[in-house]
């Protein structure tokens, strides 16, 4: 099993632009959710969903949009970036236990 | 909404030494509180984890403590190692059908050589 994987690692955006952040678990989890971790800030939620179909905002949810065609993917859109995004996203998945397991990140620049 | 508080924000302990990270939620419903580890540049680990019907756990080195009447847990390491070095998290959820967990700010454990 990959566990929870993201892409792309790194990406550098002019104020703005669009783009996508990839999330992808195989651990047929019901649970996913997106954070992005700021110094100092600790872990913030972003957006989340229960199930395919079904999602809900988090903690900090401008600016930002979710989906959730399939059990497996969970993509997080920028419409139209602002410097203020600059930080690194992480991809959680959890199986109904509680605990949930987190992707590599994505550290994103602004510009 | 849930709010998680953690404290100290840094801690700086000597090797063998044990280190104590405090944690208070606003939510009494809450009643999940999972710890992670994050390495330098490496994503968060779920190290331990308690439910709000145990009042203690332990693994190894390490344990948790729940006061659901203060409304407040804390993580204990014991024989604190280098490699125990780290950013630690504490988090809040409860676990009807949104499973969100809600993170406290973060504390930097030093372990000193």
């Known amino acids: 099993n990959a566990g929870v994987t993201q892409t792309p690692k790194f990406q550098v955006l002019k104020t703005g632009q669009s783009m996508t952040l990839q999330c992808a678990q195989d651990m047929n989890h019901e649970y996913m959710s997106w954070y992005r971790q700021d110094p100092g800030m600790g872990l913030r939620l972003i957006h989340y969903s229960v199930g395919a179909g079904i999602t809900d905002q988090g903690e900090v949810p401008n600016g930002y949009n979710v989906s959730r065609s399939t059990t497996e993917d969970f993509p997080l859109r920028l419409l139209s970036a602002a410097p203020s995004q600059t930080s690194v996203y992480f991809c959680?998945?959890?199986?109904?236990?509680?605990?949930?397991?987190f992707g590599p990140g994505t550290r994103l620049t602004v510009l | 909404g849930e709010n998680v508080e953690q404290h100290p924000s840094t801690l700086s302990v000597q090797e063998g030494d044990s280190a104590v990270i405090k944690c208070t939620y606003s939510d009494s419903a809450s009643n999940y509180f999972p710890w992670y580890k994050q390495e330098l540049g490496k994503r968060p680990q779920l190290i331990i984890d308690i439910r709000s019907n145990v009042g203690e756990k332990k693994d190894q080195r390490i344990a948790v403590t729940l006061n659901k009447t203060a409304k407040h847990f804390s993580l204990h390491i014991t024989e604190t190692q280098p490699e125990d070095s780290a950013v630690y998290f504490c988090?809040?959820?409860?676990?009807?059908?949104?499973?969100?967990?809600?993170f406290g700010s973060g504390t930097r454990l030093l372990v000193r050589p």
């Open positions: 959680a998945s959890g199986g109904g236990q509680g605990f949930q397991f």
């Open positions: 988090a809040a959820s409860w676990m009807d059908s949104s499973y969100k967990l809600i």
